[in-house]
């Protein structure tokens, strides 16, 4: 290609006379998101060279980036893939046009609304439009300018839009950067690798263009002619290749972002390679971007890479040296499936230096069952064996996973294989071999591949589904030539315990190879090793994790620690009084409403104190507070005020003092799975306390439970309830051994509620004597009771509530006066009048009125006195006997008190 | 008190008490008491363990009955599933079995023993004989979670580690063919599938989580149980609904089934560690909402 480059400046004055403007251009403004700013495009048909070339441009108001008052920015030109249209890159376009770049989007000659034949880039068709393109930039005043006629312009595209920008930048000097994607070097390598016809994706290619008579004459002749003889000839190449970028190879010194796909049988990653090599060796900036996708599908990482072009056109267009342009290689690799959405995982791996294809080689020696394996072409070289099927394509990517579509037919290729590998191998790159190959035919056709086999040997992948063609002609098929076989470039892990399998076949669904049958030979050469690039310098980044992975559970650390720090209220418990280490109890203020109620007290300003020794009963009629003054005592509920002190040791939740406390409040709590035994085991056990201070055959036997006889004992291992299940006890059984369970450890102070519930009367009979020894020695028993009967037997001292308030507190004879409250029965009812007189009497404490008649206490008056007293008032008397009834207690209390 | 009581014991019940003036009873310290092994005695002969231990345990013998009885499942349909690879070897069959459990049947036990522990002592009333011991309430909460959750992991490692067993006694030791193509020698089969039980128990921590606090709230065992499973189906049917888009990254069921990555011929970490961050942080969360709820609250039960 000798074609001259004309100055720009002329150029300018030359575009003027032929480009006119065909329309007057429309606008449309593209309004998207709330923020961003408001996106202008133009249409406009620019006519040229005899062709009318249908183009977009796209700009912003006062975009971000765009430096000075004038708003001048640099210009961007975006191509569109081989049979789409400007529309395919439209959003890319308003992108870059917010990121402050004045974008001109146009469809290729024979594409889209625009006219004229498929040149393939023509270096006088397409890649002159292009120089058209930036005439036309240049006199826009939006665009940056380099100089006169000359604008900032960087180009991008994917395929053959990738393919034009290289070739813009070969052929016209005012390209400032390109990014091309996916595309070629040399399309006659593309579609004629070393000489073999890649006869599928050719037929795609002209049939995507639209048939063979879109495209310019000889074109169309060249593929006819190609696709008949099933094999390339010289001028088909020279053709292809006048068409390449690779022809201008040696004049693309722009800083160039390279973006090559690892599924792409059409346009291999070889294609980035040569690219790299040719603009790196000019001395411009290169970054090399293996992406998992291709044109044989899979994931292109639009959002990642058009960013990655944003930054590039950054860093060279707009001259932003902060910007990072990103490592100078990059290759995606495929993890897992993500198992929430089926998508495959995908991280990149990165270099700071591009290594190529052939870094960090190592030998793997290959072995094969025979040196020489013989194999045969088969007529019309069918079957053929499966590769890539572009369209297909898809499943191509999940070679990575360990899954693939690919087949060999056996008698139709060679196979040499590795040794189990000892360890992971990643190859990046492409893998050689050097075998000798002989034909009884002059021309040979082979197609050599790597299969990474499984460690059963059952299953094999073809990474990315790629082969390498190689054609052996002439003379030396016949003798045996030696060939060194480039296998295709891939990246991909050997896992340990896997092989390395090259297969060459003879034939493949996407090539043309000979048809004639032939018999070959194949046996390696050389050392017989096959030797794989590593690209040891290329590490994996770590997967990204979204912030939260390690930020959420931090937050939730934090809110769990406020939680717990706020919650410590009241929890240091005031001094213990050393005066009152000897009081079992001391209750002073003590005071609790009832959850969500503002003026109903449960206890109310209770105060009362417990000496040792003192078997106290807690007396006062269901609903007094009893059971909720017991609860505050053992910790179980907190007080609204005052304070509760046991042994001088002020209560709170879990107080250690309580361990001196032995409770069996509102029944008793078992584990009914378990028997009586197990279950005192285990709370003893869960005391925390040796099991010797337990005393549990001692507790038993007080509460009726145990049997010390040997012999029962004995007996006792089936038929003695204690060892049966707690669910079948009876509900004395129960009281009984929740007694037990309290008495456990002999605590210091004995706290019971209702004991003698559930009880027989020789039982309750046998409490008594139980709580009067237990006290005896020193030790403290508070009762509680709502029968006075019960508790003024065995209690020394009582303390009376009635609806959460203390009634009287004292030693019981002093309350009770011992037996000398007297219910005297009367005919008809008693006068207020007659009951105040029998109050006034000597040695009489109290005399109340009831329903029955009179009650009345004795304070040293004796009962018959009290009898010759009332007949001599003239009460008419049916009947004088002692007083038992809680009530009436109560009722000579209050008339006590209120007297 | 039908025995009379006997002149020994009533010497001894009149010992003198001694110490009184120490704080606590001699031998008495906080921080011994409810020990884990008390208290998972106390938990083990339930009958609630012992029906779940049963059912996990026969669970895998089920299953190989009914591959028996029907044949070994087919490859229908595209989707290839962990169930179609069920027969190939004991590794596969044991992740076949923690497959068709991890969705529910693993949430039970987690739920059970969580939401039943506090709840159910309320319930007996052996709750304020417990705390005024006394076993301080931040110690209680500390024995019964961490017994819960022993409990609760036991049933995830149970049921694998019995279809390992059985399985491959069925249908031989060998690797485990994955469903995705490629199989793991036996040998890295095991540290996987542990892999998995152990980001199924942290997943489901969110339950136990929920239930332990819920645990705390009630006094009706089956409603802090309930409360728990239930939650966690409304939340299985919230990740159903995609308009939700990427807030659902942060139900904890959206994650439920990340321990598949596990099972690929590369270990994929992201899914289980996103899952893992959700529900540890809700727990963390729940956990610390159980012990404040509980640290001041009047049990009146």
Same mark, same amino acid.
């Given at each position: ?17 032929f ?6 251009g ?10 961003? %700013? ?9 006519s ?23 708003g001048?920015?640099p ?26 770049? $004045? ?28 120089? +058209? ?18 604008? +900032? ?17 070969g ?83 722009v %800083? ?56 590039w ?6 001259g ?9 290689? +990059? ?11 089926g ?89 050689t ?57 891939i ?25 004639? %049958? ?28 979204p ?64 000496? +040792? ?127 037990a369970q ?17 009880l ?16 005896? &020695? ?37 309350i ?46 004796? %009962? ?36 | ?45 339930r ?23 029907g ?5 229908e ?27 529910f ?38 024995s019964?979670? $961490? ?39 036996a ?31 009630t ?7 309930g ?25 904890? &069921? ?48």
């Amino acid at each position: 290609m000798k074609l001259r480059i004309p100055r720009s400046r002329a150029l300018a004055g030359a575009v003027a006379a032929f480009a006119v403007l065909a329309g007057g251009g429309t606008w449309t403004a593209v309004a998207s998101g709330s923020d961003a %700013p408001t996106v202008h495009r133009e249409e406009r048909i620019m006519s040229m060279d005899g062709v009318r070339i249908d183009t977009s441009f796209f700009t912003v108001d006062g975009a971000d980036g765009v430096d000075g008052a004038a708003g001048k920015r640099p210009a961007v030109l975006l191509g569109h893939g081989f049979g789409g249209s400007k529309r395919d890159v439209q959003a890319q376009a308003e992108q870059l046009a917010r990121d402050g770049y $004045a974008v001109l989007t146009w469809s290729a000659r024979g594409f889209g609304k625009s006219t004229g034949k498929i040149g393939l880039n023509d270096p006088d068709g397409e890649v002159k439009d292009v120089s +058209r393109l930036i005439d036309w930039l240049a006199e826009r005043p939006e665009v940056r300018l380099d100089a006169d006629g000359d604008p +900032r312009v960087g180009v991008s595209g994917s395929s053959y839009g990738g393919a034009i920008s290289l070739l813009a930048a070969g052929h016209d000097k005012r390209v400032d950067a390109v990014a091309p994607q996916i595309t070629y070097w040399n399309l006659a390598d593309a579609l004629f690798p070393d000489g073999v016809f890649k006869k599928l994706w050719a037929g795609i290619f002209i049939n995507t263009g639209g048939g063979c008579e879109k495209f310019e004459n000889r074109l169309c002749e060249m593929y006819e002619r190609v696709a008949v003889a099933g094999k390339p000839d010289a001028a088909a190449r020279d053709l292809l290749t006048a068409h390449s970028p690779s022809a201008v190879g040696d004049r693309i010194k722009v %800083p160039a972002l390279i973006v090559q796909g690892q599924n792409d049988s059409l346009f291999p990653l070889d294609h980035a390679d040569a690219m790299a090599k040719a603009i790196d060796g000019n001395g411009a900036p290169v970054a090399v971007d293996w992406i998992a996708g291709g044109h044989d599908g899979g994931d292109r990482e639009s959002a990642r890479v058009e960013g990655r072009i944003t930054d590039w056109f950054d860093r060279y267009l707009k001259g932003e040296k902060g910007t990072d342009t990103g490592p100078a290689f +990059r290759v995606t690799r495929t993890g897992g499936v993500d198992s929430t959405d089926g998508a495959a995982k995908l991280r990149g791996a990165a270099s700071d230096r591009y290594p190529g294809l052939e870094a960090g080689r190592r030998q793997l020696k290959l072995a094969a069952a025979k040196p020489e394996q013989h194999f045969t072409n088969p007529a019309g070289a069918n079957p053929p064996a499966i590769s890539a099927v572009p369209g297909v394509g898809a499943l191509s990517q999940l070679s990575g996973l360990g899954v693939g579509l690919s087949l060999d037919f056996p008698g139709q290729n060679a196979r040499f294989e590795t040794a189990k590998l000892a360890s992971d191998l990643r190859v990046t790159g492409s893998p050689t071999v050097k075998v000798k190959v002989k034909s009884d035919r002059d021309d040979a056709v082979l197609f050599g591949k790597v299969y990474d086999v499984s460690a059963d040997g059952r299953q094999q992948v073809l990474p990315s589904q790629l082969v390498s063609p190689v054609r052996v002609s002439g003379a030396g098929a016949k003798d045996g030539a030696t060939v060194e076989l480039r296998l295709p470039a891939i990246d991909h892990e050997v896992r340990a315990g896997h092989r390395l399998r090259v297969v060459l076949a003879a034939t493949d669904l996407g090539y043309a190879s000979p048809a004639d %049958p032939a018999a070959y030979t194949v046996s390696l050469e050389g050392d017989g090793a096959l030797t794989v690039p590593t690209a040891t310098g290329v590490k994996t980044q770590a997967a990204p994790l979204p912030w939260w992975v390690w930020g959420l559970p931090a937050i939730g650390a934090a809110v769990a620690v406020a939680l717990l720090l706020t919650a410590r209220r009241r929890t240091v418990a005031p001094a213990p009084d050393p005066a009152l280490a000897e009081v079992p109890l001391q209750i002073t203020g003590l005071t609790k409403k009832y959850a969500k109620s503002a003026d109903r007290y449960a206890v109310r300003d209770l105060s009362f104190r417990v000496e +040792r020794g003192q078997v106290l009963g807690l007396l006062g009629p269901n609903g007094a507070g009893k059971t909720t003054t017991l609860r505050m005592l053992m910790g179980l509920i907190t007080p609204d005020s005052g304070e509760i002190r046991v042994f001088g040791h002020a209560i709170r939740p879990g107080s250690p003092v309580l361990s001196r406390v032995g409770s069996f409040v509102e029944g008793a709590g078992f584990l009914p799975h378990l028997t009586g035994r197990a279950n005192l085991d285990l709370y003893w056990q869960a005391t925390g306390r040796p099991a010797e201070d337990s005393r549990m055959d001692e507790a038993l036997e007080i509460a009726g439970l145990g049997d010390p006889s040997p012999s029962s004992r004995l007996r006792s291992t089936r038929g003695d309830p204690i060892d049966r299940a707690v669910r079948t006890y009876s509900q004395g059984m129960r009281q009984r051994l929740a007694i037990a369970q309290a008495m456990l450890g002999m605590p210091d102070l004995l706290i019971l509620d209702e004991p003698t519930n559930g009880l027989d009367p020789p039982q309750i009979r046998e409490m008594r004597d139980v709580m009067i020894r237990y006290a005896a &020695a020193g030790r403290t028993v508070i009762v509680s009771s709502h029968l006075l009967s019960e508790v003024e037997q065995s209690c020394t001292h009582l303390v009376v509530m009635d609806r959460g308030q203390l009634m009287q507190a004292g030693p019981v004879a002093e309350i009770t006066g011992g037996t000398d409250t007297l219910l005297v029965t009367t005919e008809g009812e008693v006068s207020e009048a007659l009951a105040e007189k029998v109050a006034a009497l000597p040695g009489i404490g109290t005399a109340v009125r009831t329903d029955e008649g009179l009650l009345v206490r004795l304070d040293g008056a004796s %009962p018959s006195a009290l009898i010759g007293e009332l007949v001599r008032l003239d009460v008419p008397l049916t009947g004088v006997g002692p007083n038992r009834r809680l009530e009436d207690a109560f009722l000579t209390l209050i008339g006590g008190t209120s007297a | 008190m039908s025995t009379p009581v006997t002149a020994p014991a009533t010497e001894r019940a009149t010992e003198p008490a001694t110490e009184s003036a120490t704080e606590s009873a001699p031998g008495y310290r906080a921080g011994h008491t409810l020990p884990l092994r008390v208290e998972a005695m106390r938990q083990w002969r339930r009958r609630r363990t012992m029906v779940m231990a049963v059912v996990l345990g026969a669970l895998p013998l089920i299953l190989i009955a009914a591959f028996a009885i029907g044949g070994t499942p087919g490859r229908e349909g595209g989707r290839v599933t962990l169930m179609d690879t069920a027969t190939a070897s004991g590794a596969n069959f044991a992740a076949t079995c923690l497959f068709v459990s991890a969705g529910f049947l693993l949430v039970v036990p987690v739920a059970l023993f969580c939401g039943d522990t506090v709840a159910s002592e309320a319930n007996w009333s052996s709750l304020r004989y417990l705390l005024a011991a006394p076993v301080p309430r931040a110690r209680l909460l500390w024995s019964k979670l $961490a017994v819960a959750l022993a409990f609760s992991l036991a049933a995830m490692v149970l049921l694998p580690g019995v279809a390992l067993v059985t399985g491959s006694i069925a249908y031989g030791w060998g690797p485990l063919e994955l469903p995705t193509g490629g199989s793991l020698p036996a040998g890295d089969a095991i540290p996987r599938l542990a892999l998995v039980v152990a980001f199924i128990f942290v997943s489901q921590l969110v339950t136990a989580a929920l239930a332990f606090w819920l645990s705390t709230k009630t006094d009706a065992p089956l409603g802090a149980v309930g409360g728990a499973v239930g939650l966690t189906i409304v939340g299985n049917v919230l990740d159903a609904v995609t308009a939700l888009g990427s807030w659902r990254d942060f139900l904890p &069921a959206h994650w439920q089934f990340a321990w598949a990555d596990a099972l690929q011929p590369q270990l994929e970490w992201g899914g289980m560690l996103k899952g893992a961050a959700v529900s540890v942080t809700y727990a963390l969360v729940l956990f610390a909402l159980a012990f404040r709820g509980f640290s001041r609250k009047d049990i009146v039960s």
